[in-house]
């Protein structure tokens, strides 16, 4: 049986609402680095493996449990934010900027659109999850931790009780209207098991590590 936990990264300057340039340097901020070091002390037993993605708040999320656990190998996968915005259009703005354009984006539900440069279509980030879940499970470790973003576990929850592969404009509105509404707070963990060749959520505990 494998273990594979889905753990969200910690507070970053973007969550807190600052503005932003790239998506992939965006910095955790100090409540988030504080929440990582929380983490780590609760992860008692050994990891086998730990897998982040090529943004920094994974990396320096995960950092406090690379130093408690040294000799566990460290991968980076593309399980990266799903960037469904151009991030050359949202230099400096904030969430709060950004809203009519999600909105106007999820109203568009269309699979494969993509928003302008840097975008990445629903179709292909969706399948770049379902890859990595794929990934995990020809894995020999029976205990993984990744560190990853709040729509990567959304994604991971919704092929997990679905099991469907299907990636059209119904599966984006099933996201939109049920997976999105999800609150997956910052260094929550997304529990699951691997036996038998089926998936099963072991413990959906989408909290902050600080309220549990």
């Given at each position: 049986m494998k273990v594979v936990w889905f753990i969200r990264h910690g507070e970053s300057s973007a969550n807190a609402g600052l503005p932003t340039t790239d998506p992939g340097t965006i910095p955790l901020t100090s409540k988030g680095k504080s929440q990582a070091e929380a983490l780590a002390k609760t992860i008692d037993k050994r990891p086998e493996l730990i897998v982040v993605t090529p943004y920094l708040r994974t990396q320096q999320t995960a950092e406090p449990t690379t130093v408690k656990f040294p000799d566990v190998p460290i991968e980076v996968w593309p399980l990266q934010e799903y960037d469904f915005l151009s991030p050359?259009?949202?230099?400096?703005?904030?969430?709060?900027?950004?809203?009519?354009?999600?909105?106007?984006?999820?109203?568009?539900?269309?699979?494969?659109?993509?928003?302008?440069?840097?975008?990445?279509?629903?179709?292909?980030?969706?399948?770049?999850?379902?890859?990595?879940?794929?990934?995990?499970?020809?894995?020999?470790?029976?205990?993984?931790?990744?560190?990853?973003?709040?729509?990567?576990?959304?994604?991971?929850?919704?092929?997990?009780?679905?099991?469907?592969?299907?990636?059209?404009?119904?599966?984006?509105?099933?996201?939109?209207?049920?997976?999105?509404?999800?609150?997956?707070?910052?260094?929550?963990?997304?529990?699951?098991?691997?036996?038998?060749?089926?998936?099963?959520?072991?413990?959906?505990?989408?909290?902050?590590?600080?309220?549990?």
């Amino acid at each position: 049986m494998k273990v594979v936990w889905f753990i969200r990264h910690g507070e970053s300057s973007a969550n807190a609402g600052l503005p932003t340039t790239d998506p992939g340097t965006i910095p955790l901020t100090s409540k988030g680095k504080s929440q990582a070091e929380a983490l780590a002390k609760t992860i008692d037993k050994r990891p086998e493996l730990i897998v982040v993605t090529p943004y920094l708040r994974t990396q320096q999320t995960a950092e406090p449990t690379t130093v408690k656990f040294p000799d566990v190998p460290i991968e980076v996968w593309p399980l990266q934010e799903y960037d469904f915005l151009s991030p050359a259009q949202c230099i400096g703005t904030s969430v709060e900027d950004r809203k009519p354009w999600v909105r106007d984006y999820w109203n568009k539900s269309e699979a494969t659109y993509v928003h302008g440069t840097g975008a990445e279509s629903f179709i292909d980030f969706k399948g770049r999850v379902i890859n990595g879940i794929k990934r995990l499970q020809n894995r020999s470790e029976n205990f993984i931790l990744v560190f990853v973003h709040g729509h990567v576990i959304r994604a991971t929850c919704q092929y997990i009780q679905t099991s469907n592969e299907n990636i059209d404009n119904q599966s984006m509105r099933y996201f939109r209207d049920k997976m999105s509404k999800l609150s997956v707070e910052n260094t929550a963990i997304f529990k699951c098991e691997y036996d038998d060749n089926k998936w099963t959520v072991i413990n959906p505990n989408l909290q902050s590590i600080e309220k549990t």
